[in-house]
């Protein structure tokens, strides 16, 4: 208007008429930048996979009783007489006392005939002749050693069996009670004639025998274990500590009946608590002796209690053992002797995975013994027993203690790792430790990185996943390990992208409904997605629509959501792209939001994915009002009114909705106006969230009049901020476009600016930020103020 030539403004109502145009926003957001990639999160979940002891692997040992019997080599099966065994087996019963030769034919013909003797020998009631001459001839010790010699001809067997092989048949034959009386009887001469060294031997023998028989046939066999046949090995070992093959299978009963027997626990517990023995020795102690000599069958044995928890407090893992332990594996990690080594790292790492390795060791030690492990492992790589203790080993102190990882990285160990897998294509266990040793080993070192990107290694991590396509367990440990190793800042050392794109969404394929599948394989999109090479293979594959049906299928799993949105986030998902998945997503990322109010990080990454998901789709605002997504906008600006990143995209979500004017009374009830204004009256607000409720209230006020005054509660701390910031271009832009409109629709608030000298200010933006759209929208609001009378002077 004009002024009057006193200089008074016309009344009120002889104003010239408002604009005509007042029109929303474009449906125009600030959307989040690309997410860098986030080392600890790619790391976090590592050293879960890692922290866990092993036990000696499973064998028969039957054919290793007979291999080891210098006094014995077995015929060849043509030489047996069935019919001449039939004869000597019925005369036991009615002999008074047998002859010694009888005993040593009927030995020597099932030693023969193997499976086949064995079969008549059960017909022909052979282990009740056997159990009436042990328990009626007990002071005819000769004959006693006849007699438990045949015993042991009847259990071992020269074939490794397992319970599918034909062999299975010999296994079976030792479950009758027939078999259980005469094993009793065996443990009565035992200890009836323990002074007996030769006794003591083959019945030994014949208890590791049993065991391993009893483990196959999952306790289908008695090894004595309920009779105490522990405790009488235990008072063996007492009596006859001078003689080291009695000490040697003594020891080798134990580990079988600890290891592999049915009651492997209760055989354990009457180990580790067996008192009062000649000399006055507990029942470890008596065992522990044995490992000085070093006796390998000891330290398989102190490796398998160290497996279970009941005996950690009895071995004491940071005392004197494990110190004899280490010293030996130092003297022989490069020597020939296979089985110590692979025992002595057995035992060492399943003492120090419970153990605080920060006080109980140095880090010198620690470098010198995972470096031993590896040369160890490198010189025997054709060991598949040794490779995996050495690696788990590896695993285990990488991950719980501090050592040198790029020591593995500049000598060739990282290689080395995959070329074991690639050697050993069956060896499982391997693997899993190899997968683990790289995966620990990666943990916080950039080089150990870079290795395992390198092709050849890579390639090797591709081939686990497809050999163990059908294990969820495989997956989780190969999809952590990607998301780990793919996190770098140099933009051209990802060579291996595309293949970790490849096994990620192999494994989310796979296995849709799994959770710790899922999670990784979100994690290492979610780095990768921070590359810009990388997005664009993700849009051009399967990725993106994974996740969308990740998000939808684990809703309730914060790693999914929180990770997934921050992948759609990085690459560009919009709802226009993804019309169906998009409403579904919706769904799924307000039922998070709900379970996890009070996380910030995961609120961050949904209301970012939001955004993504509301601009330009009036179909999926409307989905987000019915699905009560204002309610919950409006709910994180309250929890977290001290928390500005989630202020502004919550003000930009709703700046989204406002877009379109139906939308507004929606937002308006659910009280998008008074949080806004509520979270920036009274404080220093940054521009950023200025100008993202800048956008929210000035759509608001154009379709609700009736909401102006509320809005203008907030024009102080807008005028303030632009008196600031007068070359902020966008925050200048909207700031002035809402101070006009405001001022169009209330004379209230109009005036209260005027108060506030906003004349002034929109007069500095003008001379200040010549970019045309703040020019447009301040001369536009000072032309609004300028027909109030009395300030056209200043």
């Known amino acids: 208007g004009t002024a009057q030539q006193d200089g008074v403004y016309p009344p009120p109502s002889d104003r010239p008429p408002r604009p005509a145009t007042r029109t929303p926003h474009e449906d125009i957001v600030i959307l989040p930048e690309t997410l860098p990639p986030d080392t600890i999160r790619g790391d976090a979940s590592s050293s879960k996979i890692t922290h866990k002891r092993r036990i000696p692997a499973r064998n028969d040992s039957r054919a290793e009783v007979v291999a080891s019997m210098d006094d014995f080599k077995p015929g060849a099966s043509t030489d047996f007489d069935p019919e001449r065994l039939r004869t000597l087996l019925s005369s036991l019963p009615s ?12 030995t020597s013909l099932l030693w023969k005939g193997g499976k086949n003797a064995k079969v008549v020998f059960g017909e022909c009631k052979g282990y009740q002749g056997l159990t009436q001459i042990m328990w009626t001839h007990m002071v005819h010790e000769p004959l006693e050693e006849k007699a438990v010699e045949l015993f042991l001809a009847t259990v071992a067997t020269e074939d490794e069996e397992t319970t599918k092989g034909d062999n299975f048949e010999t296994t079976v034959m030792l479950a009758t009670e027939e078999a259980r009386e005469a094993t009793d009887a065996l443990l009565f001469v035992m200890q009836s004639l323990s002074h007996n060294e030769k006794i003591q031997i083959t019945a030994c023998r014949a208890l590791v025998c049993l065991a391993a028989a009893a483990g196959l046939s999952e306790g289908q066999v008695d090894d004595g274990s309920n009779s105490g046949s522990a405790a009488v090995v235990i008072n063996s070992m007492a009596a006859h500590k001078n003689s080291v093959v009695v000490q040697k299978w003594c020891v080798r009963a134990l580990f079988e009946l600890c290891t592999y027997s049915a009651n492997a626990e209760a055989n354990k517990r009457i180990l580790l608590t067996a008192s009062n023995l000649e000399g006055g020795s507990s029942g470890l102690n008596v065992v522990l002796e044995c490992v000085d000599i070093p006796m390998v069958e000891a330290i398989r044995l102190v490796w398998c209690l160290s497996a279970g928890d009941n005996a950690l407090e009895t071995l004491d893992p ?27 790292l057995g035992a060492i790492n399943n003492l120090f995975v419970v153990t605080d390795p920060d006080s109980s060791y140095s880090a010198t030690d620690l470098d010198e013994l995972v470096q031993f492990a590896y040369m160890c492992a490198k010189k025997n790589r054709g060991e598949i027993g040794l490779c995996t203790e050495a690696l788990a080993f590896i695993a285990n102190v990488a991950a719980l203690a501090t050592v040198d990882k790029a020591w593995f990285a500049s000598n060739g160990a990282i290689t080395f790792i995959s070329i ?62 990607i998301s780990s190793v793919v996190v770098t800042s140099d933009e051209e050392a990802l060579s291996c992208e595309k293949d970790a794109v490849s096994v990620v969404c192999f494994a989310m394929t796979l296995h849709t409904d799994i959770d710790r599948v899922q999670e990784p394989c979100c994690v290492a999109l979610r780095n990768l997605s921070s590359r810009e090479r990388v997005r664009e293979h993700l849009l051009s594959s399967d990725a993106t629509e994974l996740v969308l049906e990740a998000i939808k299928t684990h809703d309730d799993s914060k790693v999914v959501v929180l990770n997934g949105s921050e992948t759609l986030w990085n690459v560009g998902f919009s709802g226009s792209k993804f019309p169906e998945q998009s409403k579904s997503l919706i769904l799924s990322i307000l039922k998070a939001m709900r379970t996890h109010l009070e996380d910030v990080d995961l609120l961050h990454a949904a209301l970012g994915v939001l955004l993504r998901a509301l601009v330009g789709s009036d179909e999926n605002k409307k989905a987000f009002c019915d699905a009560n997504g204002i309610e919950v906008a409006t709910c994180v600006m309250v929890m977290h009114s001290e928390t500005e990143g989630l202020l502004i995209k919550s003000c930009g979500l709703l700046a989204s909705l406002s877009c379109s004017s139906e939308l507004v009374p929606a937002v308006v009830a659910g009280g998008g106006i008074t949080c806004t204004t509520d979270s920036i009256r009274g404080r220093s607000c940054s521009t950023e969230l200025l100008l993202s409720a800048a956008q929210f209230l000035t759509n608001a006020v154009l379709a609700m009049p009736d909401q102006c005054e509320e809005v203008g509660s907030i024009v102080a701390v807008l005028i303030e901020r632009m008196r600031e910031c007068p070359q902020e271009v966008a925050f200048q832009a909207e700031a002035c476009r809402l101070l006009w409109a405001v001022t169009s629709l209330s004379d209230t608030v109009r005036a209260r600016i005027l108060e506030l000298d906003g004349v002034s200010v929109l007069m500095a933006t003008l001379e200040t930020n010549k970019a045309p759209d703040v020019q447009s929208h301040a001369l536009e609001a000072f032309n609004e103020l300028a027909l109030s009378g009395g300030q056209l002077s200043a």
């Open 95 to 106: 002999s008074e006392v047998p002859e010694m030769s009888t005993m040593e034919e009927i």
């Open 318 to 344: 940071s005392g004197a053992l494990i110190g004899k332990l280490i010293k030996l594996f130092r003297d022989n990690y490069l020597s020939s002797a296979t089985d110590l080594v692979e025992a002595l």
């Open 420 to 481: 074991l897998v690639v050697d050993h294509d069956e060896a499982e266990a391997l693997h899993e430790e190899c997968s683990c040793a790289l995966l620990s080993l990666a943990l916080g070192c950039d080089s150990v990185k870079a290795a395992i990107r390198t092709p050849s290694v890579f390639l090797a991590v591709k081939r686990l996943s497809r050999l163990y396509e059908s294990s969820a367990r495989w997956q989780e440990l190969l999809c952590t390990l």
